[in-house]
């Protein structure tokens, strides 16, 4: 079992930046493929970028790729999803989610074990 633990959410005008972090607890992190998902006021929650076991392999989806990067240091059971040029449709609470079996390509809630609390990310116009 993996408990997760987000933070660096907060307030950020259009076109900012944050990096948010996941922190891991146990000693298997390595062990689980990792994805951010997000979630709007009255919306399902929806996926938002994956990674690897190793890191070697990433996914995104189309309406952030190429803004936001996923990353993940084992050594420090954590991992990141840095986002840039942000756009107001960006805001939502972020949610970073471990998967125990399978691929690392998983882009459904219902695929992944364990979640993290969430954590705010507000862009204003």
């Known amino acids: 079992q993996v408990q997760l633990v987000e933070s660096g959410g907060g307030l950020v005008q259009a076109g900012g930046s944050l990096r948010l972090s996941c922190a891991a607890s146990?000693?298997?992190?390595?062990?689980?493929?990792m994805g951010w998902f997000r979630q709007a006021p009255g919306k399902e929650r929806e996926f938002v970028a994956a990674?690897?076991?190793?890191?070697?392999?990433?996914y995104y989806a189309d309406s952030v790729k190429g803004r936001f990067t996923i990353s993940r240091d084992n050594a420090k059971n954590t991992v990141y999803l840095q986002m840039n040029s942000l756009k107001p449709e960006d805001t939502a609470v972020y949610y970073c989610?471990?998967?125990?079996?399978?691929?690392?390509?998983?882009?459904?809630?219902?695929?992944?074990?364990?979640w993290g609390q969430g954590t705010q990310v507000t862009v204003s116009s």
């Open positions: 989610a471990a998967r125990a079996v399978g691929g690392s390509s998983a882009i459904n809630p219902y695929e992944y074990d364990y």
């Open positions: 990674i690897s076991r190793s890191g070697g392999t990433t």
């Open positions: 146990g000693r298997t992190f390595s062990r689980y493929a």
